[in-house]
């Protein structure tokens, strides 16, 4: 019997050893000779000012927002694409109807000036 | 004919039955075969993609590339990959440890992880899931976590701004990519993969006729999700070094540009599945093993179209990246996604428009319809984004001027 899901536990466990297999053989295997100059930050020479996590530009935060509305939402319809000729012109109308929504949002973020790179 | 990997696959079941071990551990051990060879495919893919990746954009760009290791430079990525073992394995005093070492492997293992689905023909795929562009699109996202994980332990101020723009970017395309994912779903009526190609089975029944415009959004974002070139401005060099990944030495950056480079074929393989009919291809119903070389040759393809863009176009800005996904490629979508629903339930059941070469061209109603719809979403669009510029361009243009820097006036004595 083939299970789909057993497979790709066993993927995962895979999946994680590749990429870590040449990291620990590197670590390894690389040469050692650390000074504490070395261990610093590099910023391109310079030494490092304050804190690195400092507040941030706010426009990323309103991306963040937008795309977890959508992102949410989008989920919801995959089930529906599968399944829409089976049911009726109504139910068709629905999830178009739904998407619609999703639309006005994004138009309402857009008159909202929440898109806008400044 | 005889598939030698079946072949290969009974010799291995007889000499597992030969050693008595319980079924459970017997199914473990081929599961943990199969995808040993899967990832070790993937991976070779890539180390072969990163020599001619060099080697297209130096004929692009008129000059050699490398051909100094091995014929033609063939052995450059082993080359490549012994220097990156002689360099030192450091870690920021700063850094938080923990995410720092995860991250690099994190990058690597949600791009391994869509091959998991990959049909290679219809006889050779890891596993066949019911819900696979759906694992698709969660195994996918999670590639957003290495990128911030690295950015915020590494304690570097351009690493940090490194990874705020690449995940605003990541999360950003991440949305039209799912809304144009959801049309082959659509129309196949399945989130198998195997089903949507088996869908495509001849030249006009391949998707990107029924829906271009939305392959061309699905591969513009996935592009863009890959942080390519004309996208690449999460490792803008000249603005913030190299972005989240600038304190990473030897293999774990190495594991960050394997990471992109395994990720840029996948999309290929994964456009050359849902919209253009994989493993689809003439003679495949007599031998399945065609569908190896019509698979490879059409991810190919579509891996050499990102490698021109890389070496044609410059990096674009970052508000009009972020413009080109809210304002043109999500509407877009929306609008593709609203009307392609309606046209398909309507003709569905419309029949062959028609039917040349003894059904190997047959164009039905409903993809000549969905086709339409697409042509006119399409030109709409062209004609929005025109109308925006003029109208940008005029209301720019009545602005005062701005004051000009003079030289100061002399003072009177």
Redesign the interface.
Same mark, same amino acid.
């Given at each position: 019997m083939h299970n789909s899901w057993l497979f790709i536990g066993i993927f995962i466990l895979v999946a994680g050893v590749f990429p870590a297999l040449p990291i620990i053989l590197f670590h390894i295997f690389g040469p050692k000779r650390q000074t504490p100059e070395k261990l610093e930050t590099y910023e391109c020479g310079m030494e490092t000012v304050g804190q690195t996590w400092v507040q941030f530009k706010v426009q990323y935060y309103i991306y963040a927002l937008i795309f977890l509305v959508f992102d949410v939402e989008i989920i919801f319809l995959y089930p529906w694409a599968v399944a829409f000729d089976k049911l009726p012109l109504l139910g068709v109308a629905a999830g178009v109807l739904f998407i619609f929504l999703l639309a006005d949002g994004l138009w309402y973020a857009w008159q909202k000036g929440a898109l806008e790179w400044s | 004919m005889t598939d030698p990997l079946a072949l290969l696959g009974d010799w291995l079941l007889n000499l597992l039955a030969q050693l008595n071990l319980p079924p459970g551990l017997r199914?473990?051990i081929l599961?943990?075969l199969?995808?040993?060879v899967?990832?070790t495919v993937a991976?070779v893919i890539t180390i072969f993609n990163t020599w001619l990746e060099r080697k297209i954009a130096a004929r692009i760009q008129d000059r050699l590339g490398p051909n100094r290791v091995g014929p033609w430079g063939l052995l450059q990525p082993i080359a490549d990959?012994i220097k990156?073992?002689?360099?030192?394995?450091?870690?920021?005093?700063?850094a938080d440890k923990v995410a720092y070492?995860i991250a690099? %492997?994190l990058?690597? #293992?949600s791009v391994? @992880?869509i091959w998991?689905v990959i049909p290679f023909t219809s006889q050779w795929f890891?596993?066949?899931?019911n819900v696979a562009?759906?694992?698709i699109?969660a195994v996918g996202s999670f590639g957003v976590l290495a990128v911030l994980m690295a950015g915020?332990s590494?304690?570097?101020?351009?690493a940090?701004l490194g990874a705020?723009r690449a995940?605003?970017q990541l %999360?950003?395309y991440? #949305?039209p990519l799912? @809304?144009s994912l959801?049309i082959p779903?659509?129309l196949a009526?399945?989130?198998d993969i195997s089903v949507i190609v088996e869908k495509q089975a001849t030249l006009l029944e391949m998707y990107v006729v029924a829906a271009p415009l939305a392959a061309l959004l699905f591969f513009i974002s996935s592009v863009a999700e890959v942080g390519r070139t004309p996208f690449d401005l999460l490792e803008a060099e000249s603005e913030i #070094?190299a972005g989240y990944h600038?304190?990473y030495s030897?293999?774990?950056f190495?594991?960050f540009q394997?990471?992109e480079f395994m990720h840029t074929f996948t999309i290929a393989a994964l456009t050359a599945l849902l919209f253009l009919g994989g493993w689809q291809g003439p003679g495949v119903a007599q031998a399945p093993i065609l569908g190896l070389f019509y698979f490879m040759g059409k991810s190919f393809a579509v891996y050499f179209v990102t490698m021109w863009m890389r070496s044609t176009l410059p990096r674009i800005r970052?508000?009009h990246m972020?413009?080109l996904n809210?304002?043109i490629l999500?509407?877009i979508a929306?609008?593709l996604?609203?009307l392609t629903?309606?046209v398909?339930?309507f003709t569905?059941d419309l029949g062959v428009l028609f039917s040349a070469f003894g059904g190997a061209l047959t164009l039905s109603w409903r993809f000549a319809a969905l086709l339409l719809t697409n042509i006119l979403v399409t030109l709409a669009a062209i004609e929005a984004v025109r109308r925006n510029a003029k109208r940008n361009f005029v209301e720019r243009s009545r602005f005062p001027e701005r004051p000009v820097a003079r030289p100061p006036r002399e003072e009177a004595a």
């Open positions: - | 199914q473990v599961y943990l199969g995808v040993s899967i990832a991976l990959a990156m073992l002689t360099k030192e394995d450091t870690t920021p005093a700063a070492n690099p %492997i990058a690597v #293992v391994l @992880l998991a890891g596993t066949q899931l562009v759906l694992y699109a915020w590494s304690n570097n101020k351009y940090l705020f995940v605003s %999360i950003s991440e #949305v799912f @809304l959801l779903v659509l009526r399945s989130m #070094v600038i304190e030897g293999f774990k190495g594991m394997a990471g970052i508000d972020q413009a809210w304002k999500v509407p929306l609008t996604l609203m629903p309606i398909d339930y569905k």
